[in-house]
């Protein structure tokens, strides 16, 4: 889960995805990270902590970090949360990595929407970007949980 300072959307699309893969009993690696190494080391923003944990989600055990070179190698799926992190993942990948970057709200059968920047916002806009993420997550889950089947059988 990728967005630009790795403290306020990131780190709820993470928690929200690790809750709902851990429902549905599907094990993956789930992490997130920022595209500006403006705020590593630091806790999610507490709109974000707040937001999460009215729905049963902890955020502090996170710390933000930069996305590396390594992470287009380790992970499957790299989700964008809006058009300019995506651009910006594009030009970062190397060579055949580029296939693995998605925008979230677009790989969840969404349309080409965007998870608004809520850093200048009101605790409104946090509930939003938690409930884009919660919709798009499930989604995604969802469509795992199909694809898995249909390599089963
Ligand atoms: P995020 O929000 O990308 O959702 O973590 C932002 C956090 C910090 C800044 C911008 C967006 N910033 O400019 O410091």
């Given amino acids: 889960m990728v967005c630009l300072g790795n403290i306020c959307r990131s ?8 809750q709902k893969l851990l429902k549905a009993g599907i ?3 789930v992490d997130s990270a920022g595209l ?5 080391g630091s806790l999610p923003d507490k709109r ?8 049963g989600i902890d955020l ?10 390594d992470d287009f190698k380790k992970f499957d799926y790299i989700f964008a949360m809006d058009k300019k992190n995506y651009e ?4 970062y990948a ?3 990595e580029e296939s693995r970057i998605n925008l979230i709200m677009e790989f969840a059968g969404l349309g ?12 409104s806009d946090f509930e939003n970007v938690y409930h884009l993420l919660d919709d798009a997550c499930q989604r995604i889950v969802d469509k795992i949980k199909i694809t898995t089947h249909l390599n089963l059988v």
């Fill in 94 to 96: 190397g060579h055949g």
């Fill in 27 to 29: 094990a993956a690696d």
């Fill in 88 to 91: 910006n993942l594009m030009e």
């Fill in 48 to 55: 974000s902590i707040a937001t999460a944990s009215k729905y």
């Fill in 112 to 123: 080409k929407k965007e998870v608004p920047d809520p850093y200048y916002g009101s605790t």
């Fill in 36 to 40: 500006l190494d403006f705020h590593s």
């Fill in 11 to 18: 780190p709820l699309a993470e928690g929200i995805m690790k």
């Fill in 60 to 69: 502090t055990g996170q710390r933000a970090r930069c996305i590396t070179k």
